[in-house]
C-alpha cells in the first residue's frame, strides 16, 4: 500500500526545487509539463519501491531522463542554452552580463574535458543540490569514492586553462598567474 500522505509530503518537499532545476535547462513553459511527467513517472515507480532509501536520487535521475529527451526532441543539449543567457544578460548590468557569459562559456569549455562520471557526480552534488551520500548512493559508489571524483573533477576544473582567467588570489595575497 502507498501513504498517500507521505507521496503528498515528498510531491510538496520537492516540486519546487525539481520545477527551478528543470527550468534552468528548458524556460519555465516546458519546466511545468516536464515537472509534470517526472513526477506521473515517480507515482508510476513509488508503489513497487516505497523502502527505497533514495527516492530523491531516483526523482532526479527520472528528471535527468526526460530533460534529455526533451532537449534532444528541439536539438539542444545540456550544454550552454538560451533561456539561461537571457536569464543571466537580463539580471546584470551590460557589463556583468557579457563577464557572466564569458565565464559560462569557459566553464562549459572546462566542463567538457571531464570524464562522464566526474560530470554526473558535479551535476547531481552541485547542481541538484543532493548530499554527497545521496550522490555516491545514485551512482552506486561508495562515500570516500565519490568524494574522490568530486575532489578529482574540481581539481581538473581549477587546472583547466579554460579557468586560467579566473583564478583568485592565494593566502599570502599574490595573484596566481
Sequence with gaps: MVDEGALGAFYTEHV?????????????DAADELTGQVFEQFLLWWPNNPSHPAPVATLYRIAQCRLVDHLRRHG?????????????LLHSTA????TAVDLRV???????TLTGRQQEALLLRYVAELPVSTCAEFLG???DNMKKILKSALRTLRQSPHMAAYKSATRAGEVQQ
Design 16 to 28: 519546487e526545487r525539481l520545477q527551478m532545476y528543470i527550468a534552468r535547462k528548458t524556460g519555465r
Design 95 to 98: 557589463e556583468e552580463g557579457v
Design 76 to 88: 539542444r543539449t545540456l550544454a550552454l542554452d538560451r533561456p539561461e543567457l537571457e536569464r543571466i
Design 106 to 112: 569557459d566553464l562549459e569549455r572546462a566542463l567538457a
Design 141 to 143: 559508489l561508495g562515500i
